[in-house]
């Protein structure tokens, strides 16, 4: 089911769900890929929700592509990170489970669209701005630190 969370959320408002997303760490030598997201003006990895139907795997290509340009490989699996809650700007509420790969890029170009995508631009692992969220801090932490297999 395409936009899945639009429809949840049409039944449910703004109360707190489990979403599920899958998110990419799209890293070249040392540097790391980051997204300025639309919805929170602030820095954090390229992903999104994983619609029914669709793998974690087939959701961080689709969402990476769409968010960045870039086609990738997945590397690896950097952890599964679950014990986090979210406020969207919107006021909806989710406790958030999410997939972080690690990637590389296969072809493709940045593409910047202005609205879900305001910026892109790879950063030295140590010298990442603050993400917009624990969960993808948590996330640049273990990336950084060279873990994976994380579960949180």
Same mark, same amino acid.
């Given at each position: 089911?395409?936009?899945?969370?639009?429809?949840?959320?049409?039944?449910?408002?703004?109360?707190?769900?489990?979403?599920?997303?899958?998110?990419?760490?799209?890293?070249?030598?040392?540097?790391?890929?980051?997204?300025?997201?639309?919805?929170?003006?602030?820095?954090?990895?390229?992903?999104?929700?994983?619609?029914?139907?669709?793998?974690?795997?087939?959701?961080?290509? %689709?969402?990476?592509?769409?968010?960045? !340009? *870039? &086609? $990738?490989?997945? +590397?690896?699996? =950097?952890?599964?990170?679950?014990?986090?809650?979210?406020?969207?700007?919107?006021?909806?509420?989710?406790?958030?489970?999410?997939?972080?790969? %690690?990637?590389?890029?296969?072809?493709? !170009? *940045? &593409? $910047?669209?202005? +609205?879900?995508? =305001?910026?892109?631009?790879?950063?030295?692992?140590?010298?990442?701005?603050?993400?917009?969220?624990?969960?993808?801090?948590?996330?640049?932490?273990?990336?950084?630190?060279?873990?994976? !297999?994380?579960?949180?």
């Amino acid at each position: 089911m395409a936009d899945y969370i639009s429809w949840l959320r049409s039944r449910v408002g703004n109360d707190p769900v489990q979403l599920n997303f899958a998110a990419g760490c799209v890293c070249v030598d040392d540097s790391v890929l980051l997204q300025r997201r639309g919805d929170h003006d602030a820095w954090g990895f390229p992903g999104g929700a994983i619609e029914l139907g669709e793998s974690a795997e087939e959701a961080v290509l %689709r969402e990476v592509g769409e968010e960045t !340009g *870039l &086609r $990738v490989k997945i +590397e690896t699996m =950097l952890g599964v990170y679950t014990k986090y809650m979210h406020t969207y700007p919107n006021g909806d509420v989710a406790q958030t489970l999410a997939v972080f790969f %690690r990637c590389t890029p296969v072809g493709g !170009g *940045l &593409r $910047v669209d202005g +609205e879900e995508t =305001l910026d892109l631009r790879y950063f030295p692992l140590e010298q990442a701005p603050r993400l917009f969220n624990q969960q993808h801090r948590d996330a640049l932490d273990d990336l950084a630190g060279g873990r994976r !297999g994380v579960f949180r």
